[in-house]
């Protein structure tokens, strides 16, 4: 009976044209009955071979696209935050009744209010000029010494020549008829507060009008020095009768003041003076409090004007100075005025300051027709140029900031403004800001509040250190039992083993993060604070445990060893760790009492000032280390179990034992490979969202510290992107955001690829 032959045969047996030698009739078989033979001709394989690789091609091809596509797309919705502001003229028209002291818009730019010196209300038309409203502020009328429409209002305040201060509200009705829109300027129900009783002139003034009645006006009187009057107004909830009460109350002043400004809140009234100097006096229910004054340099304080929410001073000076001061905390109760930012200087002495109804942005006009727009939160010029009109001495914003208004006498000239992002700038995203109610310069994430006059927080950097963060505190706990875990299960266990344990530690990588951030929040994070102190313990009793273990498994007799399989000694280290992790925690109460006073939460605040939070930096890194273990392990197995066998073979041969062999050779020779898995690894961390979601408090911290939490640049996308409003600031920040991450792992992997070729290189002789 013939024998089979064997596949060495049978691959000895192919001649070199493709046949096949029959090694019975020793007859050549042509290369196309071979084929036949198998089921297939040359040409079906050639054809296979060939659609085969053209999808594997476009498959390829595909992938990159999509990325190219991805980061295109990501830089679309970034690319906005890049341009500039653009301000353009838009035409002018006439304005009767000489220049005005107030200009005050509508929100779609289609009338414009102007109070004269007349005391005349005059509505005009943009579109032709007419005007559509002439009404007296007071009837009779009379002649105005000062006028402005205070930040955040839609008032004229006015200062009359008998000692009064006028309050009137401006409305702009809008109604539809048909597709047409109809506006309907009216003048409101004046507010009169008599500020002079001797009836004299009034000079600069600022007031404050709410909804309720409540109102307040301060001016400086022909005399010299402030009165201040406050009108407070009560409805009785049974009756529906309003009361109303006024105080009057004087300030003196040091030195004659040319500009004044009230906060919203009718708590701090701010002045300006000739002589250089700022005062700021509190407002109490009460009454003022004594007026604390703060030089400005020693140049006369020419414009003064709050952005909205009242906290941000603009001050322009008579020699084209211009900065915000801000009101920081001073103290437990006090606070101070502190010189922030400063701009770009103008040419000539500052006129006039218009703040934006929307953010922390302003116009500036000077004596010389120079105008510039600004952000104040952003340190930013975002324009400058000259005034469309020469001569202009009154500057008003649009409602929606798309625009603004410049006076002079007999003309108003309209500006077209584009300026969507104002806030962002390479310092403002990545740089330390000082915001309103800090007392330094810092980083901060915070996109929304609870006013309309929120100032933005969009620092960047606070997580981009917590993505860096959180990756850090899981590596450290991925990467050793990861690469050392595959170390001895592919250089030390048994096979038997080896097939159990490689499919159980690969299924742990489908375990959905949602799931382990769920349990990492509401069941791990309050047994890792109570338990904290066991958790210490386990980093020294854990190792010593396992050396002990090693050290009695080694001294047992060879011969008892050498009944059980190699690798079996890890079931005996399975049950010492589990012996020491129960011995730690049942020690962990009486550890916390010995070496911290029996509560570390304490402690640790009055050694190091470091608070502790239940979830924090340590529950993420071990949640989301054991979901980067599974991936470090099986890249690192597989580099390890493919080194060549003759390596291993040659380096036992000549002498090394097993351990000598692997740290030796297997190690550097499967470095390129375990690279690579800490590198997945990272890259893994880096993107995960969910684990560090729920994990953590979410609270974008400056800080290292494991005890407190973090947000890291993907959870803070899913938090804020569906609140987002489309082509938004906040919503281009978070494209900006993604695109760090995009960029942060293309980096990472390209060095990485780079490490990987270099190391290759380097042992690929071996």
């Not at 048994?494 to 159980?504: A, D, G, Q, S, W």
């Not at 690894?681 to 939490?709: D, H, K, Q, Y």
Request: glycine content about 10%.
């Amino acid at each position: 009976m013939g024998r089979r032959p064997g596949a060495a045969t049978l691959l000895s047996s192919l001649t070199p044209t493709g046949g096949m030698l029959d090694p019975i009739h020793g007859a050549v078989t042509p290369p196309s009955r071979a084929a036949a033979r198998r089921g297939e001709t040359p040409r079906r394989r050639l054809v296979r071979d060939r659609l085969a690789r053209w999808v594997v091609t476009a498959g390829g091809v595909a992938i990159i696209v999509s990325i190219l596509g991805i980061l295109v797309f990501i830089l679309v919705e970034v690319w906005p935050l890049t341009r500039p502001a653009a301000v353009e003229g838009a035409g002018s028209i006439r304005l009767p009744g000489g220049v005005p002291l107030a200009l005050l818009a509508d929100e779609h730019r289609s009338h414009v209010a102007a109070l004269g010196s007349d005391g005349i209300v005059r509505v005009v038309r943009t579109a032709d000029g007419r005007v559509v409203l002439a009404q007296p502020l007071l009837v009779p009328a009379v002649r105005l010494t000062a006028a402005a429409v205070p930040p955040e209002g839609r008032f004229f305040a006015a200062s009359t020549a008998d000692g009064r201060a006028v309050l009137a509200p401006v409305e702009f009705a809008i109604e539809f008829a048909g597709d047409r829109r109809v506006v309907t300027p009216r003048l409101g129900q004046p507010v009169v507060l008599e500020l002079d009783p001797g009836r004299r002139p009034l000079g600069p003034l600022a007031a404050q009008l709410d909804a309720e009645g409540n109102a307040a006006a301060a001016a400086v009187l022909a005399g010299g020095g402030l009165a201040l009057v406050r009108r407070t107004t009560e409805e009785n909830l049974l009756s529906g009768e309003t009361t109303e009460s006024l105080e009057r109350f004087p300030l003196a002043a040091p030195h004659a003041i040319t500009a004044l400004a009230l906060d919203p809140d009718r708590r701090n009234l701010y002045a300006g003076t000739r002589g250089g100097e700022l005062l700021r006096w509190g407002i109490a229910p009460e009454g003022p409090g004594a007026g604390r004054a703060v030089s400005a340099g020693g140049v006369p304080v020419t414009a003064l004007t709050l952005l909205i929410g009242g906290r941000s001073l603009v001050v322009g000076q008579g020699s084209g100075a211009l900065s915000v001061w801000l009101t920081v905390p001073h103290g437990e109760d006090a606070v101070r005025l502190v010189r922030a930012r400063d701009f770009p200087a103008h040419a000539a002495a500052i006129t006039a300051l218009a703040p934006s109804m929307r953010d922390k942005g302003f116009l500036a006009l000077d004596a010389g027709g120079g105008l510039g727009l600004y952000h104040s939160t952003a340190h930013r010029t975002l324009w400058r140029g000259h005034s469309p009109l020469p001569g202009g001495r009154t500057l008003a914003f649009a409602p929606k900031v798309d625009g603004a208004y410049v006076a002079a006498a007999g003309r108003l000239a309209a500006l077209a403004i584009r300026n969507p992002h104002p806030e962002v700038t390479w310092k403002s995203l990545f740089g330390k800001v000082w915001y309103e109610g800090y007392e330094r310069p810092e980083h901060v994430w915070q996109s929304s509040g609870g006013t309309d006059d929120f100032e933005p927080k969009l620092s960047l950097t606070p997580l981009l250190v917590g993505t860096l963060k959180g990756t850090f505190y899981s590596l450290l706990l991925a990467i050793p039992l990861g690469v050392f875990g595959a170390m001895y299960a592919s250089q030390f266990m048994h096979p038997t083993y080896k097939r159990v344990l490689k499919p159980l530690i690969e299924i742990m990588a489908a375990l959905p993060s949602v799931v382990l951030g769920f349990l990492a929040g509401l069941w791990l994070a309050p047994r890792v604070e109570r338990a904290l102190p066991g958790l210490f313990l386990m980093l020294v009793v854990l190792p010593l445990a396992v050396l002990g273990a090693g050290a009695l498994w080694w001294r047992l007799p060879r011969r008892l060893r050498g009944r059980f399989h190699v690798g079996v000694e890890a079931i005996l280290f399975v049950f010492v760790l589990a012996g020491a992790i129960w011995l730690c925690l049942a020690l962990s109460a009486p550890f916390e009492r010995l070496a911290f006073g029996g509560d570390f939460q304490g402690w640790l605040l009055r050694t190091t000032g470091l608070p502790y939070d239940q979830r924090n930096a340590i529950v993420v890194g071990l949640a989301m280390g054991f979901a980067v273990i599974p991936i470090i392990f099986a890249i690192a197995e597989d580099a390890f179990s493919n080194v060549p066998p003759n390596l291993v073979a040659g380096s036992l041969a000549l002498g090394a034992d097993r351990w000598q062999t692997v740290t030796r050779v297997v190690l550097p020779t499967a470095s390129p490979g375990i690279f690579s898995a800490v590198m997945v690894g990272f890259g893994r961390a880096v993107g995960e969202t969910m684990i560090v979601l729920m994990a953590t408090g979410n609270t974008p911290i400056m800080s290292w510290n494991p005890f407190n939490g973090f947000r890291t640049l993907s959870a803070n996308i899913a938090v804020e992107i569906p609140e987002a409003p489309h082509g938004g600031t906040l919503y281009r920040a978070l494209f900006l955001a993604a695109l760090l991450l995009f960029l942060l792992t293309f980096v990472v992997n390209t060095a990485a690829e780079l490490v990987r070729q270099r190391l290759r290189e380097r042992y690929a002789q071996l």
